[in-house]
C-alpha cells in the first residue's frame, strides 16, 4: 500500500459535506420561508379579525345609537304625557278654584263679612263719609285706618283743587297691603273701591279678587288671555291680587308667573284712568316682589300694612260670629278662650291666621257644643246658644 493519501476520497468527503451543508441551508431557508408565511398568514388573519372587529363596533354603536333614540322619544314621551297630565291637573284645580270663588262670592253676597266687620257692607249709594265710618267698625287695625283716612284726605283735596281749576298733585291709587292672612285685606280693598267710586276717580269701584292661580295657566299665551280678562272685568273698579308674591318665585325656572306681570302692568298703562290693583300678601315678600321689577316698583309706591290681631281683637272678632249666629258665651268661657288666644298670639309665625283662626275656632267649638248637647235629654233654646267652657277647651285648631 502506498504511503500518499487517496485524494479521491478525500474530495468526495468534503463533496459530501458541502452537499449537507447545501441541504442543511436549503432546510433552514424552507423552514424560514414557511416561517413568513404562517406569519404573512396570521397577519392576514389578524387584519381580517380587525376588521371583523371594527364592523362589530360599528354595529354596536349603530344599536347604542338606536337604543338611545329609542330611551330619548320614550322619555319626550314620558314628559309630553306628564305634561298633559300636568295640565289636567292644573285645568281641574282652576276649575275647583272657580266654582270655590263662585261658592265665596254667593256667599258674601247673602252674608256679612264676619272676620272684619260687625255688620254688613255698606251700599253702593253712601257717601265717602259713611264709607270711612264703616272702616272705623273694622275691628282693630287702629294704625292702618289713620294712614286711609289720611290718604283720603289727600283725595278729597286733590279733587277740590281739579274743581277749582288748579293742577291737582299726580297720584299713584295702585296699593301694595301688607299684612298677614285674615287681617281684614280684602274687606279694606272693597271699601276703598266704593270710596274710589264716591270719590268719582272709578266710574263703579267694583272689586275683583283673584290670586296667582286665576291668573297663570300652564302653556304659553293663555296666560296673558286670562290676565286679560281678568283686566276687563275689573275696569272702572278694583282688581285685588292676594298673595301677588306669587307671581315672581325665588327659582322661577320656566314659571310663566312673569308673562302674566307683564300683561298686568301693560293694562296697568293702558287703563290707567280706570282700573285700580291692589296687590296684597306678607310684607316681606311682597318687597321683594315690588322691587324684582321696575316697572312694578315704579306703579306700586303706597304701602298699607295690616297688623295681626291682639287676644282682645280676635275675642272680638268671636263675639261678632256669635251674635251672627245667636250663640253666647259665658264669662268662664270668655277666660278660656282669651287664655287660648293669647296662647295662639304669643307663638304665632308667618302663618297665623287672624280672623280666619277665629273662624276656625268657632266652627270647631259649635262641633264641640253639639258633640256636647247631644247627650242633654232635655234642651232649650237657652242652653242650646250657651258655649261653655268645655266647648272652647283643648280644641284642635288648623292655624
Given at each position: ?128 263719609e259713611e264709607q270711612l265710618q264703616e272702616l272705623d267698625k273694622l275691628i282693630g287695625l287702629k294704625h292702618l285706618k289713620d294712614e286711609v283716612r289720611q290718604y283720603i284726605n289727600f283725595l278729597k283735596v286733590q279733587k277740590l283743587r281739579e274743581k277749582q281749576g288748579l293742577q291737582p298733585v ?85 314659571d310663566f308667573g312673569q308673562e302674566a306681570i307683564d300683561m298686568l302692568l301693560k293694562r296697568m298703562e293702558d287703563y290707567r284712568d280706570r282700573l285700580v290693583v291692589i296687590v296684597a300678601g306678607y ?117
Amino acid at each position: 500500500m502506498s504511503d500518499f493519501p487517496n485524494y479521491s476520497d478525500r474530495v468526495k468527503e468534503d463533496l459530501e459535506k458541502i452537499r449537507q451543508n447545501e441541504e442543511q441551508k436549503k432546510s433552514k431557508l424552507q423552514q424560514e420561508m414557511e416561517k413568513d408565511r404562517r406569519l404573512v398568514q396570521k397577519e392576514e388573519e389578524y387584519k381580517l379579525l380587525l376588521k371583523k372587529q371594527r364592523e362589530l363596533e360599528r354595529e354596536k354603536a349603530k344599536l347604542r345609537a338606536e337604543i338611545k333614540r329609542r330611551q330619548t322619544i320614550k322619555a319626550e314621551q314620558e314628559i309630553l304625557k306628564q305634561q298633559e297630565l300636568d295640565r289636567e291637573e292644573r285645568r281641574r284645580k282652576q276649575i275647583q278654584f272657580d266654582k270655590e270663588k263662585i261658592r265665596q262670592q254667593e256667599s258674601y253676597k247673602s252674608s256679612a263679612s264676619p272676620s272684619y266687620i260687625s255688620r254688613n257692607s255698606p251700599s253702593s249709594n253712601s257717601n265717602v263719609e259713611e264709607q270711612l265710618q264703616e272702616l272705623d267698625k273694622l275691628i282693630g287695625l287702629k294704625h292702618l285706618k289713620d294712614e286711609v283716612r289720611q290718604y283720603i284726605n289727600f283725595l278729597k283735596v286733590q279733587k277740590l283743587r281739579e274743581k277749582q281749576g288748579l293742577q291737582p298733585v299726580p297720584i299713584t291709587l295702585h296699593s301694595v297691603f301688607c299684612g298677614s292672612p285674615g287681617t281684614g285685606k280684602t274687606t279694606v280693598a272693597r271699601l276703598m273701591g266704593q270710596i274710589y267710586q264716591q270719590l268719582g276717580i272709578l266710574k263703579k269701584g267694583h272689586l275683583i279678587e283673584t290670586d296667582r292661580s286665576g291668573m297663570v295657566a300652564g302653556y304659553v299665551g293663555q296666560t296673558a288671555q286670562r290676565v286679560d280678562e281678568l283686566i276687563q272685568e275689573a275696569l272702572d273698579g278694583v282688581l285685588f291680587i292676594d298673595e301677588a308674591y306669587a307671581l315672581k318665585p325665588l327659582d322661577p325656572g320656566n314659571d310663566f308667573g312673569q308673562e302674566a306681570i307683564d300683561m298686568l302692568l301693560k293694562r296697568m298703562e293702558d287703563y290707567r284712568d280706570r282700573l285700580v290693583v291692589i296687590v296684597a300678601g306678607y310684607g316681606d315678600e311682597m318687597t321683594r316682589f315690588i322691587n324684582s321689577n321696575p316697572g312694578l316698583k315704579s306703579r306700586f309706591s303706597r304701602y298699607f300694612y295690616f297688623e295681626d290681631y291682639t287676644p282682645q281683637e280676635l275675642l272680638e272678632i268671636f263675639y261678632i260670629f256669635c251674635n251672627q249666629h245667636s250663640y253666647t258665651l259665658t264669662e268662664a268661657a270668655k277666660e278660656v278662650l282669651l287664655t287660648r288666644f293669647k296662647e295662639l298670639y304669643d307663638h304665632r309665625d308667618k302663618s297665623f291666621g287672624n280672623g280666619r283662626l277665629v273662624r276656625n275656632i268657632f266652627e270647631k267649638t259649635i262641633e264641640k257644643q253639639a258633640n256636647r248637647l247631644v247627650t242633654i235629654p232635655d234642651i232649650n233654646s237657652q242652653i242650646i246658644q250657651q258655649i261653655l267652657p268645655e266647648d272652647v277647651d283643648k280644641l284642635i285648631i288648623n292655624n
